[in-house]
């Protein structure tokens, strides 16, 4: 059974900075895309950040271009998302999530149970 | 405003069919795009419904069922159960934009 379970959210004030980590197990992690998608209090899911099985792809939401920073540990089947110059709008659930298929028919198979950033001073 | 668009809210008896539509507002997820749909329960983490249009993955009921054509998708739930209720999201992949686009969620309400 795939399991992927984050954390390193919490209270960070504007400005700030945290790591979120995501544990992956029951999957071949290497073998996979994996992703950060996002979702605010009462809103739809965002797409924040792709990284492929062997991080030669990565991709940003331009709303984190430059100030979040996605990377993976196979060895230690781990997904992790640096966020710094935290801002009120990045408050939200981020969840960890296993990419499946290519370009068109790309989907998130399995999804981690979330953890929540809220930015506030 | 989301590339995907999905009514905000749709409701039905228990037993009844509802079907939630799924709309692109670019002409760049067509044919070599799929539709996938997923479904959060309150308070839990989106779940994968329905991928490539119309599969279900393991453990899903065939109460559930997924269509597409052109650049737009539909979700049916048949059969309905009060535990149905949740947010439904679609997602796609939009060419132009090299990436992934969700819509904005529909609240299914089971009355």
């Known amino acids: 059974e795939v399991q992927l379970v984050e954390s390193g959210g919490g209270l960070v004030q504007p400005g700030g900075s945290l790591r979120l980590s995501c544990a992956a197990s029951?999957?071949?992690?290497?073998?996979?895309?994996m992703n950060w998608v996002r979702q605010a209090p009462g809103k739809g899911l965002e797409l924040v950040s792709y990284?492929?099985?062997?991080?030669?792809?990565?991709y940003y939401a331009d709303s984190v271009k430059g100030r979040f920073t996605i990377s993976r540990d196979n060895a230690k089947n781990s997904l992790y998302l640096q966020m710094n110059s935290l801002r009120d709008e990045d408050t939200a659930v981020y969840y960890c999530?296993?990419?499946?298929?290519?370009?068109?028919?790309?989907?998130?198979?399995?999804w981690g149970q979330g953890t929540l950033v809220t930015v506030s001073s | 405003q989301s590339v995907l668009t999905q009514p905000p809210s749709v409701s039905g008896a228990p037993g009844q069919r509802v079907t939630i539509s799924c709309t692109a507002n670019?002409?760049?997820?067509?044919?070599?795009?799929?539709v996938h749909w997923y479904r959060q329960l309150p308070g839990t983490a989106p779940k994968l419904l329905i991928y490539?249009?119309?599969n279900r993955p393991s453990g899903v009921p065939d109460r559930f069922s997924g269509s597409k054509s052109g650049t737009s998708a539909s979700l049916a739930i048949t059969g309905l159960q009060a535990e149905d209720e949740a947010d439904y999201f679609c997602?796609?992949?939009?060419?132009?934009?090299?990436?992934?686009?969700f819509g904005g969620g529909t609240k299914l309400t089971v009355l």
């Open positions: 999530a296993k990419g499946g298929g290519s370009s068109g028919y790309y989907k998130f198979d399995y």
């Open positions: 029951g999957v071949t992690f290497s073998s996979y895309s």
């Open positions: 990284i492929s099985s062997s991080s030669t792809t990565i």
């Open positions: 670019s002409s760049n997820i067509g044919a070599g795009s799929a």
């Open positions: 490539g249009n119309n």
């Open positions: 997602q796609s992949y939009d060419s132009s934009l090299s990436g992934v686009v």
